[in-house]
């Protein structure tokens, strides 16, 4: 079992920057790979970027040259630097991780909310 635990959040103006942190605790050996997805009000979930263990990253096109997704394997801790924010940007954004011993778990934060004013 894996949890997960997002901090870093707040409220921000437009053009501002947000570091998110998610920090895995328990049977993190078994993380394949972890990600970011956000979820605004009345939107479906989408990916916003993903690591693998060997730090190959992937962002959707809506955040690619302003958000950069890293880890710190030390730590157990992932991270989403976010610059140039935008109003669009707004969601609560949600920390996930799959199991590479058991296919198709995947762990899931609590999540944590964005704020991106005009």
């Known amino acids: 079992q894996v949890h997960l635990v997002e901090s870093g959040g707040g409220l921000v103006q437009a053009g501002g920057s947000l570091r998110l942190s998610c920090a895995a605790s328990?049977?993190?050996?078994?993380?394949?790979?972890m990600g970011w997805y956000r979820q605004a009000p009345g939107k479906q979930r989408e990916q916003v970027a993903s690591?693998?263990?060997?730090?190959?990253?992937n962002y959707a096109d809506s955040v690619k040259g302003r958000f950069t997704i890293s880890g710190d394997n030390a730590k157990n801790t992932v991270y989403l630097q976010m610059n140039s924010l935008k109003p669009e940007d707004t969601a609560v954004y949600y920390c996930?991780?799959?199991?590479?011993?058991?296919?198709?778990?995947?762990?899931w934060g609590q999540g944590t909310q964005v704020t991106v004013s005009s």
């Open positions: 996930n991780a799959d199991d590479r011993y058991d296919l198709g778990t995947v762990y």
């Open positions: 328990g049977s993190t050996s078994s993380i394949a790979n």
């Open positions: 690591i693998t263990r060997g730090s190959w990253t």
